[in-house]
């Protein structure tokens, strides 16, 4: 349950930070580096950053970008199985 508060919160962050950075685009103004949406995306943002670029066409056409992304989305894929595993192996100790 923690970490579906802690991806909830850091999406919430991150969707607004991509929707911010695509008006700066729009009005050529100062943008968010890319290295930072990564960073956002990394830290549990990926599901608000995802929303993001579909609801407002922000870094979808750029493929290093998006493979960058997608890897992110993998990585926590994998966390999510790990935690799985690790408290299947707990409940099965405690029986």
Request: no cysteine.
């Given at each position: 349950?923690?970490?579906?508060?802690?991806?909830?919160?850091?999406?919430?962050?991150?969707?607004?930070?991509?929707?911010?950075?695509?008006?700066?685009?729009?009005?050529?103004?100062?943008?968010?580096?890319?290295?930072?949406?990564?960073?956002?995306?990394?830290?549990?943002?990926?599901?608000?950053?995802?929303?993001?670029?579909?609801?407002?066409?922000?870094?979808?056409?750029?493929l290093s970008?998006?493979?960058?992304?997608?890897?992110?989305?993998?990585?926590?894929?994998?966390?999510?199985?790990?935690?799985?595993?690790?408290?299947?192996?707990?409940?099965?100790?405690?029986?």
């Amino acid at each position: 349950m923690i970490y579906i508060g802690w991806i909830l919160i850091v999406s919430l962050g991150t969707f607004f930070i991509y929707v911010a950075d695509k008006r700066s685009a729009q009005r050529g103004r100062w943008r968010v580096p890319e290295a930072t949406l990564h960073i956002w995306a990394v830290l549990g943002g990926w599901p608000g950053a995802w929303i993001a670029q579909r609801m407002v066409r922000h870094k979808t056409r750029k493929l290093s970008f998006q493979i960058a992304f997608y890897l992110t989305i993998v990585l926590h894929a994998l966390i999510v199985v790990l935690i799985g595993f690790l408290y299947f192996k707990m409940i099965e100790q405690q029986t």
